[in-house]
């Protein structure tokens, strides 16, 4: 008689599909909330397009684009951003009380496939709503519009990337934590640890390395993919100002660039769902636990208090009590980082143990954090890079860029260079010293080196420097006021878009009266162009503000100009402003012969001179409007 008991396989399923429809079941209410926020985002907008004047085109198709694509750099990161955060908390929260953790357990679902279940269940409810959303967004542009559906398609996909990015990220910061209020802590620790730690090693910088240029372009946004999104990431605007001459119409065109980032960070986003089911199989003991993870804890403590010790003094100084570059005292400097470094560590350790007694050895991890930082403090003051100390060698230099004061100038010629670096080792040999109530000039020397490098410094002199007297000699160099008086693109009916000319009549009233285009083109290529040859126009002035007054007419001439290229859909812009001096006689003699009588910058209320007249009152003039036009 044969005993044997015939049992049926059991088979290992990818998906348990009562679980999944339970998940849906108890978290609609996140899909409806989630489809109202993306509803006000495209459909409500697409609703309200046309009943208010367009603020870009009134080509069709531009306008579209301009209105769905508008939002794709910041509002979507920030809304994938947040979704994902709370769909991994709706779909893993049973993991977080000892109960929920149980019954998941003790159900006969084996534990790779409970994982499946919940994470597709938190995917399915954001992708099927932002899917359902452009099936509005669709029909509503269909029915009121002609439907332009390449900007509807990158809305889908941007925001499909993302929300496979931040969800993947956030469903595997779930599985480092057994404690709900530490899933938001550890998620935004995870995407900004990295462009925090450079902001504040910058902020260290330049608070005490002489020259420091502000913030450096690194890569390191590439671990924060909401900052990678929102400054990589752009939507092409190319608007086409109307030219003043009203000879062509205006177009604009919006097109999405950046799409390699969200689609990187998405396949990246599937490894780390990848090692989220290996750690959800080991961690269901682990409920309550503020980490999960036994080996994450010290990398946690250590990590916060690296970042504590470098915030403390950087908030106190940079903004409680907003001390300026190079002026930051070391010795409380250090001090305030060993105390943001202790406090951090003992913090950290005082959440993962989730009381307030803590080790005694605790203060080893407080030391090593506190050298660290101090070592960063240090090597910052001593310079120990060379950054403060640099200067490249003339014959590497392509171009010098000095920018001091509002005067901004670019220099190739290899005199001019040299003058520029003789100037840069002067600076930075006597390193005058700027008190709180030093006067001061701004500085800013940028170079191009042959090698496609760019070095850039920036200084604060104080007004009495003896340096202002021979930056203002470089400034005002054939070379550097042909690059201020000549603007970017060429000034020709098809290029220009607006020019007006400010001035100061007798009356201490300030008037501004706009030009036609012949009119502007008249004066710049019969008057300013013959004076700049000339050198009448253009000068700079950084040490004797008497002579400007002197010299100087407080009229602003101003031209702008645009260009926009079919081919790269992009569109170049330009202004050039231009002040006529006492020399400057073509200029001098249009401006009058068109009603224009200028006063001196001495004479002139605006420009601090001497006047009896009452405030002056701003006034604008068409050209219609103005004395023999």
Same mark, same amino acid.
């Given at each position: 008689?044969?005993?044997?008991?015939?049992?049926?396989?059991?088979?290992?399923?990818?998906?348990?599909?009562?679980?999944?429809?339970?998940?849906?079941?108890?978290?609609?209410?996140?899909?409806?909330?989630?489809?109202?926020?993306?509803?006000?985002?495209?459909?409500?907008?697409?609703?309200?397009?046309?009943?208010?004047?367009?603020?870009?085109?009134?080509?069709?198709?531009?306008?579209?684009?301009?209105?769905?694509?508008?939002?794709?750099?910041?509002?979507?990161?920030?809304?994938?951003?947040?979704?994902?955060?709370?769909?991994?908390?709706?779909?893993?929260?049973?993991?977080?009380?000892?109960?929920?953790?149980?019954l998941a357990a003790s159900l006969p679902i084996r534990r790779g496939c409970m994982f499946r279940t919940h994470l597709?269940?938190?995917?399915?409810?954001?992708?099927?709503?932002?899917?359902?959303?452009?099936?509005?967004?669709?029909?509503?542009?269909?029915?009121?519009?002609?439907?332009?559906?390449?900007?509807?398609?990158?809305?889908?996909?941007?925001?499909?990337?993302?929300?496979?990015?931040?969800?993947?990220?956030?469903?595997?910061?779930?599985?480092?934590?057994?404690?709900?209020?530490?899933?938001?802590?550890?998620?935004?620790?995870?995407?900004?640890?990295?462009?925090?730690?450079?902001?504040?090693?910058?902020?260290?910088?330049?608070?005490?390395?002489?020259?420091?240029?502000?913030?450096?372009?690194?890569?390191?946004?590439?671990?924060?993919?909401?900052?990678?999104?929102?400054?990589?990431?752009?939507?092409?605007?190319?608007?086409?100002?109307?030219?003043?001459?009203?000879?062509?119409?205006?177009?604009?065109?919006?097109?999405? $660039?950046?799409? #390699?980032?969200?689609? %990187? @960070?998405?396949?990246? &986003?599937?490894?780390?769902? +990848? /090692?989220?089911?290996?750690?959800?199989?080991?961690?269901?003991?682990?409920?309550?636990?503020?980490?999960?993870?036994?080996?994450?804890?010290?990398?946690?403590?250590?990590?916060?208090?690296?970042?504590?010790?470098?915030?403390?003094?950087?908030?106190?100084?940079?903004?409680?009590?907003?001390?300026?570059?190079?002026?930051?005292?070391l010795a409380p400097f250090l001090l305030l980082t060993v105390l943001g470094a202790a406090l951090g560590f003992v913090?950290?350790?005082?959440?993962?143990?989730? $009381?307030?007694? #803590?080790?005694?050895? %605790? @203060?080893?991890?407080? &030391?090593?954090?506190?050298? +660290? /930082?101090?070592?960063?403090?240090?090597?910052?003051?001593?310079?120990?890079?060379?950054?403060?100390?640099?200067?490249?060698?003339?014959?590497?230099?392509?171009?010098?860029?000095?920018?001091?004061?509002?005067?901004?100038?670019?220099?190739?010629?290899?005199?001019?260079?040299?003058?520029?670096?003789?100037?840069?080792?002067?600076?930075?040999?006597?390193?005058?010293?700027?008190?709180?109530?030093?006067?001061?000039?701004?500085?800013?020397?940028?170079?191009?080196?042959?090698n496609g490098k760019v070095l850039m410094r920036e200084y604060t002199l104080p007004d009495t420097s003896a340096r202002?007297?021979?930056?203002?000699?470089?400034?005002?160099?054939?070379?550097?006021?042909?690059?201020?008086?000549?603007?970017?693109?060429?000034?020709?009916?098809?290029?220009?878009?607006?020019?007006?000319?400010?001035?100061?009549?007798?009356?201490?009233?300030?008037?501004?009266?706009?030009?036609?285009?012949?009119?502007?083109?008249?004066?710049?290529?019969?008057?300013?162009?013959?004076?700049?040859?000339?050198?009448?126009?253009?000068?700079?002035?950084?040490?004797?503000?008497?002579?400007?007054?002197?010299?100087?007419?407080?009229?602003?001439?101003?031209?702008?100009?645009?260009?926009?290229?079919?081919?790269?859909?992009?569109?170049?812009?330009?202004?050039?402003?231009?002040?006529?001096?006492?020399?400057?006689?073509?200029?001098?003699?249009?401006?009058?012969?068109?009603?224009?009588?200028?006063?001196?910058?001495?004479?002139?209320?605006?420009?601090?001179?001497?006047?009896?007249?009452?405030?002056?009152?701003?006034?604008?003039?068409?050209?219609?409007?103005?004395?023999?036009?």
């Amino acid at each position: 008689m044969n005993w044997e008991v015939q049992t049926m396989p059991s088979k290992a399923s990818f998906c348990n599909g009562t679980e999944f429809r339970k998940c849906l079941s108890r978290w609609w209410p996140l899909w409806v909330i989630y489809g109202v926020i993306l509803f006000i985002m495209l459909p409500g907008v697409l609703l309200n397009a046309r009943t208010t004047t367009p603020y870009v085109s009134t080509g069709q198709i531009g306008y579209l684009s301009n209105v769905i694509l508008s939002e794709t750099q910041t509002l979507l990161p920030l809304t994938a951003f947040c979704a994902g955060l709370l769909a991994a908390a709706a779909m893993f929260g049973y993991l977080y009380t000892p109960r929920g953790a149980g019954l998941a357990a003790s159900l006969p679902i084996r534990r790779g496939c409970m994982f499946r279940t919940h994470l597709l269940a938190g995917l399915a409810m954001l992708l099927s709503a932002e899917v359902v959303v452009f099936g509005l967004a669709v029909l509503i542009e269909a029915v009121r519009f002609t439907l332009v559906i390449e900007p509807l398609l990158t809305w889908l996909g941007i925001l499909a990337l993302e929300t496979v990015v931040f969800y993947g990220i956030a469903v595997l910061c779930a599985m480092f934590t057994g404690h709900v209020v530490m899933l938001p802590c550890l998620y935004l620790l995870v995407n900004f640890i990295a462009v925090g730690f450079q902001v504040l090693i910058e902020s260290v910088l330049y608070m005490f390395v002489y020259g420091m240029s502000g913030m450096m372009d690194l890569p390191v946004d590439w671990l924060s993919p909401l900052v990678l999104f929102m400054r990589r990431t752009s939507v092409g605007h190319a608007d086409l100002v109307r030219p003043i001459s009203g000879t062509e119409a205006e177009v604009a065109i919006a097109n999405f $660039s950046g799409w #390699i980032y969200p689609l %990187v @960070w998405a396949v990246f &986003a599937l490894l780390l769902l +990848v /090692c989220a089911g290996q750690l959800y199989r080991r961690r269901m003991e682990s409920a309550g636990d503020t980490i999960a993870i036994p080996v994450l804890k010290p990398v946690l403590k250590y990590i916060v208090a690296l970042f504590a010790g470098l915030a403390l003094p950087v908030g106190v100084y940079g903004m409680l009590l907003n001390v300026p570059a190079y002026r930051a005292h070391l010795a409380p400097f250090l001090l305030l980082t060993v105390l943001g470094a202790a406090l951090g560590f003992v913090i950290s350790e005082m959440v993962i143990r989730k $009381s307030l007694r #803590i080790p005694r050895t %605790v @203060w080893r991890g407080c &030391a090593v954090t506190a050298a +660290v /930082c101090c070592l960063v403090v240090i090597g910052a003051k001593c310079d120990l890079t060379g950054y403060a100390r640099r200067i490249p060698d003339a014959a590497q230099v392509k171009s010098a860029r000095i920018i001091c004061n509002g005067y901004n100038s670019t220099f190739s010629e290899a005199q001019n260079i040299q003058a520029v670096e003789d100037i840069h080792r002067a600076v930075v040999s006597e390193r005058e010293k700027i008190t709180d109530d030093t006067s001061i000039t701004s500085l800013q020397l940028t170079y191009k080196l042959s090698n496609g490098k760019v070095l850039m410094r920036e200084y604060t002199l104080p007004d009495t420097s003896a340096r202002l007297a021979q930056i203002e000699q470089v400034l005002n160099c054939d070379e550097a006021r042909a690059t201020r008086n000549t603007p970017a693109l060429p000034v020709t009916l098809e290029h220009l878009t607006y020019a007006n000319i400010g001035y100061e009549a007798e009356s201490g009233d300030y008037l501004y009266v706009e030009l036609t285009a012949e009119q502007a083109l008249d004066l710049y290529e019969n008057a300013i162009v013959p004076d700049c040859a000339d050198g009448t126009m253009g000068r700079a002035w950084l040490t004797d503000s008497g002579t400007r007054q002197s010299t100087a007419y407080a009229v602003t001439i101003s031209y702008q100009l645009s260009q926009y290229d079919p081919a790269t859909g992009e569109t170049t812009y330009a202004d050039v402003d231009y002040t006529p001096l006492t020399d400057s006689t073509r200029t001098l003699a249009w401006l009058r012969a068109h009603g224009i009588e200028p006063l001196l910058e001495g004479h002139s209320i605006k420009y601090g001179g001497d006047a009896d007249t009452q405030p002056a009152i701003n006034t604008y003039e068409t050209a219609d409007s103005s004395s023999g036009r």
